[in-house]
């Protein structure tokens, strides 16, 4: 059974901060990693994507990937309200096509 | 504009209906999937379809149907045998992997379906 494991949260932080959010996965010859944002109420929306060891960053986004730990993360800084939102982390794993597997997601709460 | 489509946005159900949940995609994206997510839980796969004509069983796919008559289309429809149908049911879409970053899928906004 492959598994993508998140802490649930509520993860609170203060407006302008740093927020890291983590994720393990099971599937160690697992290739693509993806985070989604998902507002109450509304659908997920594919965020970033990371294909390979190390950080991507994409505006106040950073994507961190250690295959070798099977570990990933997503860095927000300068953290804002609107940020406040679940965020699951989605994983395809090896000769999977296009299928993903989802963690149950963190909820996120940026307090001005 | 490109995207993906799901109707109604709220459905309700009685004991013993079956009903069926619409999506369509205008992105030519060869694969479809089908999605539960119960409240403070995660995405479960219902049923997938990489090609027209052809889908495969998801994890929990009891008490479901699907077909895949046109590239754009993948209705879905919950019978009367699933017991607990009261959830938020997202659709999704991707492109092949010949060529594209694999895995990355893309949703519909969602229909919330309720059984009174």
């Known amino acids: 059974q492959k598994e993508v494991e998140q802490n649930s949260g509520p993860l609170s932080v203060p407006e302008g901060a740093i927020a890291s959010l983590n994720c393990t996965y099971s599937d160690r010859g697992s290739q693509s990693f993806f985070w989604y944002r998902q507002y109450s109420g509304k659908s997920p929306e594919l965020i970033m994507s990371?294909?390979?060891?190390g950080d991507k960053e994409d505006g106040r986004f950073t994507a961190q990937l250690n295959k070798a730990s099977q570990y990933v993360s997503l860095l927000i800084r300068d953290s804002q309200p609107s940020d406040s939102a679940t965020y699951l982390c989605?994983?395809?794993?090896?000769?999977?096509?296009?299928?993903?597997?989802f963690g149950g997601g963190t909820r996120l709460m940026v307090k001005p | 504009d490109g995207g993906i489509t799901q109707s109604p946005k709220y459905l309700f159900r009685k004991e013993g209906q079956n009903v069926t949940l619409s999506c369509e995609q205008n992105?030519?994206?060869?694969?479809m999937y089908w999605y539960r997510q119960d409240p403070g839980q995660g995405l479960r796969l219902i049923y997938y379809?990489?090609?027209?004509?052809?889908?495969q069983k998801g994890d929990i796919a009891e008490g479901y149907s699907v077909s895949r008559e046109k590239k754009e289309s993948f209705p879905l429809t919950v019978t009367s045998a699933q017991k607990n149908p009261t959830a938020f049911y997202l659709c999704?879409?991707?492109?092949?992997?010949?060529?594209?970053?694999?895995?990355?899928?893309?949703f519909g906004p969602g229909t919330r379906l309720t059984v009174l």
């Open positions: 990371i294909y390979s060891n």
């Open positions: 379809s990489q090609i027209v004509n052809d889908f």
């Open positions: 999704a879409s991707t492109r092949d992997s010949s060529g594209q970053r694999v895995g990355e899928q893309f």
């Open positions: 992105l030519n994206h060869d694969a």
């Open positions: 989605a994983v395809n794993g090896d000769n999977a096509g296009n299928m993903l597997t």
